[in-house]
């Protein structure tokens, strides 16, 4: 039987978080999801700023708390700085369970494409309007500049584009259950 774990899975856009995080909770049955891009779905009218940013951490805080209070371990897809992943740790201490944190990565024009990619397919459209391209590379260009100026101490950094899927969640529940 596992421990009780937060494990954070972090790291700039199209690095596979999402991917990962999901075939995660699909591999542990008894975790729970917790994913940024979902809580901010729920937000009405969700504007990227720092009033609605810090209430979607708040719920998503909350959210932890509960799983972990009631014996569930969480696999939490993130975009965070050093102070969030101290926040996370104090978290994991007070319920006692064990912490880890991975930062996916890949090359910078490997993470664009898939950006492009999976737009493509949530447009179903086989070509992306240059607007739409204008605004993904804004996007991409701001988050990629957070992760140079964010960097994070005592993390595992996976590089997406050397494993598979497979390879890089089965690397990750290993961890967990040593």
């Known amino acids: 039987m596992m421990k009780k774990f937060l494990v954070l899975i972090d790291g700039p856009m199209g690095s596979g978080k999402t991917t990962t995080s999901k075939l995660i909770n699909q591999k542990l049955p008894d975790s729970a999801r917790i994913a940024l891009p979902d809580i901010k779905r729920l937000v009405p009218n969700f504007r990227e700023n720092m009033k609605t940013l810090a209430v979607v951490r708040e719920v998503m805080r909350a959210m932890i708390e509960k799983y972990l209070e009631n014996g569930v371990s969480v696999v939490l897809e993130q975009i965070t700085s050093t102070d969030g992943v101290n926040t996370l740790k104090q978290i994991a201490e007070t319920h006692n369970v064990d912490f880890y944190v991975f930062r996916l990565t890949a090359p910078k024009d490997i993470r664009l494409q898939r950006v492009y990619d999976r737009t493509k397919e949530m447009m ?17 260009e701001l988050n990629d500049q957070f992760y140079i100026d964010n960097p994070l101490k005592a993390v595992e950094i996976i590089d997406t584009q050397k494993l598979d899927l497979d390879q890089r969640t089965d690397m990750i529940i290993s961890r967990l259950s040593a």
Do not use: H, M, W
């Open 124 to 140: 179903a459209v086989s070509e992306l309007p240059q607007s739409k391209i204008d605004e993904l590379n804004g996007y991409f």
